[in-house]
Each structure stands twice: as C-alpha cells, then as structure tokens.
Nanobody, 125 residues
Framework: QVQLVESGGGWVQPGGSLRVSCAAS????????IGWFRQAPGKQREGVSY????????YYADSVTGRFTISRNNAKNIVYLQMNDLKPEDTAVYYC??????????????????WGQGTQVTVSS
C-alpha cells in the first residue's frame, strides 16, 4: 500500500527551527515529484516546496525562500523539510504529497496523487 507519513512537527518559538520528515512506503519517492504543503485553519492549502523528479531541483514559495530547505535521503526513502527562522504565520498542518506524473509544482494541489496525514507545526511565543 502506498503511504506517506509525516513526522517531526511540534511547537517552537518565533525564530526557532524544526525539521519535518516524510517517509514513503509502497514506492520509491524519487520516482515522483515530492512536495510539501501546509494548511492553516480556515485557509486554503498552499504549496511550500517541492523536488522535481526530472532534475532533482528544489523550488520554494516566496514566503519561505531563504528559510526552508527541502532535501531527500534516497536510501531511506525520506524527504525532509528543514524550517529555520520560523514565524507565527508558518503555523499550519504540514503535508507531504507525491505527484506520480512527475510535474510537481506549488499550485497544483489537485495534481498530487498521494498525501500524508499531516503533522502540526505551531509557532508562537
């Protein structure tokens, strides 16, 4: 069964750091585009970062550029999102997702075929 499982969320003060992980099973994550999305209460789900399947290049939303870093451990089949200099506006449930077409993208929420259950990230003082 194809599964994506996020972990590593929690509470952190503004300016702090967290690393969330996405463990893939049932498939090899580097066969697909893998993205991180987030959704705050009452708001639409938005793209945060993704890895291109074809090039392996990383892409980021403007709101997180310079603060977040996406990476992959192919041997462990895990995709990470390192989040630094966290701000209250980063508070959301963070989801990883896989796009079997390999297209990826930050705005193509409906284009991702598989989703994890999400992990809560709360940034507050």
């Amino acid at each position: 069964q194809v599964q994506l499982v996020e972990s590593g969320g929690g509470w952190v003060q503004p300016g702090g750091s967290l690393r969330v992980s996405c463990a893939a099973s049932g498939f090899t994550s580097n066969d697909y585009a893998i993205g991180w999305f987030r959704q705050a209460p009452g708001k639409q789900r938005e793209g945060v970062s993704y890895l291109s399947r074809s090039t392996g290049n990383a892409y980021y939303a403007d709101s997180v550029t310079g603060r977040f870093t996406i990476s992959r451990n192919n041997a462990k089949n895990i995709v990470y999102l390192q989040m630094n200099d966290l701000k209250p506006e980063d508070t959301a449930v963070y989801y990883c997702a896989a796009d079997t077409t390999g297209i990826g993208g930050l705005r193509r929420v409906s284009g991702y075929n598989y989703w994890g259950q999400g992990t809560q990230v709360t940034v507050s003082s």
